[in-house]
């Protein structure tokens, strides 16, 4: 028996099939054609590059906003959990793990290679090499920045919110509740975790095999392999993914945790190299200026479309909306992955440590491996830098030839790639294994190690046959689509929020005020019963009527001069009395109706209305409060209620201070 339960698969086979097919056939597509398939994706993604970058611009930018108003806002408070839940991880194990599955080998890829481009494009290298350097730093800063994260923690946070806080399977599926409630469960629901399940595979194998050609490429410039021949790939790939799956099947709490711990450790030791062995004065001097560079022209680069700027375009298809859908089409990993370690931070501690935390540490990375490459190449090494700077693969390694211990800080360099590439790839098949059994909570370890059987191979298959770039192609057309879904979800968690803010704010009604105990058992019938339209009838004609009459009986023999009003559609009945110079004094009750939820009317222990609608007599006033409902009133209570009301009216009047506000004689009727 417990042989056989190892071998029993936990995966949806809606999503996994529909899923493996479409993932092995554009791979299998991309190698046998590359040159035809690439044609045909690169034309795609032209298209949506010119004429729709505006999505994207627009996008990302109330990704931004709405993740800054949610930190300020009264919803910051609100957990990602019970509110009695805490977090399952340490801070700085907690920001490890977010950062190394964010950014990873990129971060290593791109960070003297991206400064080197923007310093050297004709757009920037026509100015000074002051402007040229600053706008080098300034971009990016811009595309690694702020912005990115939002992406990645907007979907985070929908996920981890509808996950720990509604108790939805933690599933993209989940994050469209409020809008698609039960449909989730059925087609709507797979088709979005198909979508999101072949956007994480196509988005880790092509930065794996990224990863792969630079630790290839590092390792020949060293001498520890003769060449970046593809044997030499298949080697790398198979130790990496080896080391990757032994990590995953131990699970996040043990593999994932302690390698991104200790990556962060090395990652942190070879910046300090860098900065000091470096020209340090200067590394400190541009990285303070280029964050306040950053945040004088934030808004301005955030809405920048370069429309007036022909000259530019090119270059801003090629980086600015690139990354932008790069990191769109990452985000079902990462938001995937940063969720389910985040379970009982509040909102807005998420919102402040991804946003801001992994953004300073890359505007530090940055500056000290891109900075340093620029002020060399000028200064030390008369452009071979600049020279190599369309060579990302071999250039990280080229800069560290001009800094003192070379081979040292070589192989730091290599372990960080190594180690992100292992981080990457086992968090990668914890999230794709996650998608594919829709969250459930034990799967055997073949089948988490199958699916980095699989990365494997077709990354392999692609880096031989020249496929690699269709496929990056095709991963940056996923977004489009995907960015109107992350959209969706804004307007899904708004609505979510906005609920649970209420319902724990959700005081007692204002009816429980003077309950004694006394008539506790009539009370109980009517709280279980829904009432129906002659329930409230009866209650406005007898109790709420008898009592405004009796009231303005005694109104009168105090020289009170108050008027009752009584209709029939709407049924209400009102007291009012009359001032000359002061607004009126009103206090009515009416007739309203609620639809009652289909879950309440099939609820057994609740009385169904009958009706679909629940009837309830409801308290307005004469300017414009908010009305609460009477119904459990007694005829005693509902006259204590107006006295109430009318003794909060005359301490008003009373005031001096409030003329301007109650000195007009145009009483606002609500009924």
């Given at each position: 028996?417990?042989?056989?339960k190892?071998?029993?698969s936990?995966?949806?086979m809606g ?5 493996l097919i479409?993932?092995v056939g554009?791979c299998?597509?991309?190698?046998i054609?590359p ?25 990302v ?12 806002s ?23 793990m977010?950062f190394?599955a964010?950014?990873?080998i ?6 003297v ?52 806080r509604?108790?939805l ?18 087609n ?8 999101a ?11 794996l ?11 020949e ?5 003769p060449?970046t ?5 298949v ?33 942190i ?10 020209p ?7 990285f ?26 090119p270059w801003?298809?090629?980086w ?10 990452w ?8 969720a ?8 807005r ?7 801001i ?14 900075n ?12 071979a ?7 990302p ?7 560290l030839e001009?800094l ?6 070589s ?20 999230v ?31 880096l031989?046959?020249?496929?690699l ?10 977004a489009?689509?995907?960015s109107?879904i ?21 005081e ?6 003077p ?9 109980l ?6 009432d129906?339209r ?23 023999k105090?020289?009170?001069e ?6 029939s559609?709407?049924?209400f ?5 009359q ?5 009126n ?5 009416r ?25 309830f ?27 109430k ?8 009047i ?18």
């Amino acid at each position: 028996m417990s042989k056989t339960k190892n071998f029993r698969s936990s995966l949806s086979m809606g999503v996994t099939i529909p899923s493996l097919i479409f993932i092995v056939g554009v791979c299998l597509a991309s190698a046998i054609f590359p040159e035809a398939v690439n044609k045909i994706l690169n034309d795609i993604k032209a298209f949506i590059f010119v004429n729709l970058n505006w999505v994207y611009v627009w996008s990302v930018t109330i990704f931004v906003l709405f993740l800054l108003f949610l930190m300020v806002s009264k919803f910051g408070d609100i957990k990602l959990g019970r509110n009695d839940s805490s977090p399952d991880y340490s801070f700085f194990s907690w920001i490890s793990m977010l950062f190394a599955a964010g950014m990873g080998i990129g971060l290593m890829y791109f960070s003297v290679s991206e400064p080197m481009q923007h310093y050297t494009n004709e757009i920037f290298a026509k100015k000074s090499y002051v402007n040229a350097a600053k706008n080098a730093q300034l971009y990016t800063f811009f595309h690694w920045g702020i912005h990115a994260w939002a992406i990645y923690g907007l979907v985070g946070l929908a996920l981890s919110y509808f996950a720990y806080r509604y108790k939805l399977p933690l599933s993209l599926r989940s994050c469209l509740y409020p809008l698609l409630k039960d449909r989730i469960q059925g087609n709507w629901g797979n088709a979005i975790d198909v979508f999101a399940l072949c956007s994480t595979f196509f988005g880790i194998t092509t930065t794996l095999g990224f990863g792969v050609v630079q630790v290839n490429s590092g390792l020949e410039i060293l001498g520890i392999v003769p060449s970046t021949d593809f044997i030499y790939q298949v080697f790398i790939v198979v130790i990496l993914v080896s080391i990757s799956v032994f990590s995953a099947t131990t699970g996040v709490d043990k593999g994932v945790r302690i390698l991104s711990n200790i990556n962060i450790g090395v990652v942190i030791l070879l910046m300090v190299f860098v900065l000091f062995l470096g020209p340090t004065i200067y590394l400190i001097g541009s990285f303070t200026e280029g964050i306040g560079n950053y945040i004088n022209n934030f808004f301005s680069l955030t809405f920048n479309t370069h429309v007036y700027e022909e000259e530019s375009l090119p270059w801003f298809y090629n980086w600015t909306v690139l990354y932008w859908a790069w990191w769109i089409s990452w985000s079902p990993f990462v938001g995937l992955f940063i969720a389910k370690i985040s379970k009982g931070r509040t909102i807005r501690e998420f919102i402040a440590a991804v946003l801001i935390l992994p953004s300073i540490f890359n505007f530090i990375w940055m500056s000290v491996f891109g900075n340093s490459a620029i002020w060399l190449d000028s200064h030390v090494a008369e452009g071979a830098l600049s020279a190599l700077a369309t060579d990302p693969d071999s250039l990280m390694f080229r800069f560290l030839e001009y800094l003192p211990l070379t081979k040292l800080i070589s192989f730091m360099v290599i372990g960080i790639i190594m180690i992100f590439f292992v981080t990457s790839a086992d968090s990668g098949m914890f999230v794709m294994n996650s998608i594919a059994t829709k969250n459930a909570k034990i799967s055997p370890k073949w089948q988490i190690a199958g699916w980095g059987g699989l990365l494997a191979v077709l990354a392999l298959f692609l880096l031989n046959a020249g496929g690699l770039e269709a496929l990056q192609s095709m991963t940056l057309i996923t977004a489009l689509p995907f960015s109107l879904i992350i959209l969706m979800m804004i307007v899904c968690l708004v609505k979510a929020l906005s609920i649970d803010k209420k319902y724990y704010e959700q005081e007692f009604s204002v009816s429980t005020v003077p309950w004694s105990g006394k008539f506790w058992k009539e009370r109980l019938k009517q709280i279980v019963n829904a009432d129906a339209r002659s329930d409230v009838d009866e209650f406005i004609n007898q109790i709420a009527a008898e009592a405004i009459h009796e009231l303005q009986q005694e109104f009168m023999k105090n020289g009170v001069e108050a008027k009752v009003t009584q209709g029939s559609e709407p049924k209400f009945v009102e007291i009012e009395i009359q001032y000359d110079l002061v607004n009126n004094f009103l206090y009515g009750i009416r007739r309203e109706s609620r639809e009652v939820p289909e879950y309440f009317q099939s609820e057994e222990n609740l009385t169904d209305s009958g009706e679909g609608e629940a009837y309830f007599p409801l308290a307005y006033f004469g300017d414009a409060r908010q009305g609460y409902d009477v119904r459990f009133f007694t005829r005693e209570e509902l006259i204590a209620d107006i006295l109430k009301h009318y003794e909060r009216f005359v301490a008003i009047i009373s005031e001096g201070k409030n003329e301007m506000f109650i000195s007009s004689n145009a009483n606002r009727r609500i009924r």
